[in-house]
């Protein structure tokens, strides 16, 4: 297997130098974000995520499926993220990294078990049908932070997605196509995301929000944090690593708040704009009977 | 950057004989990277990219940008120390490739007793002095006619930037402000007064050092912004990306 290319001595020595004066090499502060970037494709719950040169693609999809019998009222949603050799040549199919492993470890705990997505709602027929909510997650291109844009990218398709509409009527399910009945939306109950602190120094002393690939591998520790923009923590994950002191992390809480609330209201606006760009017309020409010529 | 006559080629096309240089009858054609000769006389391009002749000297060859490295004699590079064996240096040009080796005595005035410590990591300049087809290329760090460093050796200090290797050939250029279209190492240091030194590997290095950390940043982004920006980024929008990255770093 190919090892991961380390960088050369002089980077490592400079990037913790840099970081000492408060630089970095891309010219950001210490607590900012790369630019983050959303397109949503032609399909429901297709999300393209760039953070600088980071890019993962969500693709949320949904299927009938009979429930686990030990949960016969709840639907089935799991989260599927793979590396591909594409990301890097590290990364092989088939053996999962310790980097794979975190990544739908994380993006499990922040979005499944913190209840974003009411799987009760995807119940269909008790014990019978439900739907099977699937997101793949995709990564493009690595260059450092692929938790938090990954799971940005899952709960961006999420909320994009629409499954399609059903009815029950003397106990024969229908679902609809598109073309019969508009899809409808998950029941979505809130917006958790992730927020990844690096630590540098030989204390931990020096944190850094977004950390690029070669901070990344220069850090001597980090954890994320996962939140909804109300401050409600769904995980704090500090997986080994330099020990860090107890008021840093709650300072790194604060951070991480202001950091998911801009990250929801950058969504909701990009949802929005979706919307509008869906909705050519508005309801008149839903209304109108006159068939395209 | 080559005059806006120049064609442009895929992988796979013939070159059309009218624009092989004639001029110059006393001297052989010369093809340069990127050209094949396909026997009997038919001249077929292996990357896409400009097609550039020079009459003067009868050459011709393709200027193309990539990020993959392959080593070929004579070319200054940027290595980093992989490994250490008992009389060679491992050496990585870029990552996922085949290492390169150096030899302990390929340094000035080194000998069996006095050869220099190198650590894991560390990044070297040197000469590429042999590179064969399915053989790992092998470095110098010394003149084999003169028996001097002439600059190469360890780099200590400062930081190594990856670019791409066109900007990479650019730089290398002897004039790379007025052929290359690179002007923003001479910006930063005349018209902004930054004191650094750089070089520059062929393999799409460059090592910047300086005694102030800002001003190593302030390249690197700089390098970065001009890399991004491809040919067409002239002079004077160089000049505005310079004063803004200085206004922007703060001391």
Redesign the interface.
Known sequence: M?RE???????????L??LK???????RDLDAYRPLDLTFGDEYGHADVKLGKTRVLAKASAEVTVPYTDRPLDGIFTIAAELSPMTS??FEVGRPTEIEVLLSRLLEKTVRRSGALDTESLCLVAGQKCWSVRVDVHVLSHDGNLIDAACFAVVAALRHFRKPDTSMEAGVLTVYTPAEREPVPLGWLHSPFCVTFSFFGDEGEISVLDATWLEEQVRVGSCTISLNRHGEICQIAKLGGTPVEAVALIQCTQLALTAVRSFTEYLDQKLTEDAKRRDKGGLLAELSAENDR | MAAAASPIVLPGDAIDPSLIPTSNKKRPLRLGPGLRHVPPDTLQSTVAGELITDPKKNTMYIEYNSRRYIASPNDLVIG?IHHSSADLYYV?LN??APQALLPHLSFESATKKTRPQL?????VYARVAMANKHMDPELECVSQQTGKSEGLGP??????FAVSLGLARRLMLPRPREDGGVAVLDLLAEEEGLVFETAVGRNGRV?VGSES??T??VV??AL?EVDERGAGFGEEAQRKLVRK?VR???A
């Open positions: 190919p290319a380390e960088p050369s001595l002089n980077e490592k020595q400079f990037v130098q840099a004066d408060n630089l970095r090499q891309d010219g040549p590290s | 980093q990585t990552p996922h650590d894991r990591g560390q990044a780099l200590s200090g400062g930081t190594v090592w950390v800002r190593v940043v690197g982004r970065a990255l922007e770093t703060k």
